[in-house]
């Protein structure tokens, strides 16, 4: 059945929005969209966002929603925002260097550094 | 003392008909071939691998190739063994050609939302190949040290 509640944890820091996940593997069709509509709903209510996606509790990622993340960054950058990603496991990542997103993304290693870049 | 459980040294095989529309037993039947991949010592980056293109190929066969359409079965056939894990799903679909997808890496096609499914697919197994129509994959993970 599908989930009605969050699928994420938000908070705020100094006109920074991070946001992490409450799901492990982020491979369903239904909750990849209902993830993606809610962060966009979040940029949406933002001028200039400065996001940080933080991947620190994600096991899993599927193709599908490596194409909600691509969205996500174009409708930052749309609104002159800045994207950060980072706390990304070493298999995922590796996901990122494969289909070369590495060379769309600013990804961070840690969300401290995220941060830091983006204040 | 007991010590850890011993890997399980039989070959498990199976196949499984499932309706496109039953989600749930989809589910717990990708997690209980995972778990017979997991009962056989494959490490966590093996574990990683097959998940990922299990996923992958689950996903094109259920979105792709059925349309979403809940008449529509998938055929999920799996052997494994302690040296490789042999994964083919087949949809009912009118099947594609995998040569026509566009390489998602190239700068034109970096900004594409869809189409690196395979790649990974291909990226993180030893061996994939499709039928000659194009709706069925068969996807092998051989344990390195097996040769």
């Known amino acids: 059945m599908p989930s009605t509640g969050s699928r994420l ?5 100094d006109g920074i929005t991070r946001i992490s996940f409450v799901d492990r593997n982020i491979l369903d ?16 209510e933002r001028h200039e966002p400065k996001v940080l996606i933080s991947f620190e509790n994600v096991d899993h990622l599927s193709s599908a929603a490596l194409g909600r993340l691509i969205i996500i960054n174009n409708r930052i950058k749309a609104k002159n925002g800045q994207l950060r ?4 496991h070493k298999q995922i990542y590796e996901v990122f260097v494969i289909t070369k997103l590495t060379n769309l993304f600013r990804i961070c290693e840690t969300s401290d550094q995220a941060l830091a870049s983006l204040a | 003392m007991t010590g850890a459980p011993q890997p399980e040294t039989r070959a498990f095989t199976e196949s499984f008909v499932i309706g496109v529309g039953r989600k749930e037993e989809i589910r717990r039947t990708l997690e209980a ?9 494959y ?11 299990l996923e992958e190929a689950l996903a094109n066969a259920i979105r792709h190739g059925s349309g979403n359409d809940p008449s529509k079965r998938v055929t999920i056939e799996c052997r494994v063994d302690r040296n490789e894990v042999v994964i083919s799903i087949e949809d009912e679909g009118p099947g594609f050609d995998p040569a026509a997808v566009p390489d998602p890496t190239t700068e034109e096609n970096l900004q594409l939302p869809s189409g690196r499914g395979i790649m990974l697919m291909r990226s993180f197994m030893t061996e994939i190949a499709f039928s000659a129509r194009g709706n069925r994959v068969r996807m092998i993970y051989r344990r390195p040290e097996a040769g």
Do not use: K, M, W
């Open chain 1, 9 to 13: 944890r938000v908070t705020e820091q």
């Open chain 1, 29 to 44: 069709d239904a909750n990849i969209q209902q993830i993606a509509d809610e962060i966009l709903r979040i940029i949406d």
């Open chain 1, 85 to 88: 990603l980072a706390d990304i």
């Open chain 2, 33 to 41: 071939v995972l778990g017979e991949v997991a009962a056989r010592a």
């Open chain 2, 43 to 53: 490490d966590t980056g093996a574990c990683f691998a097959i998940r990922l293109a």
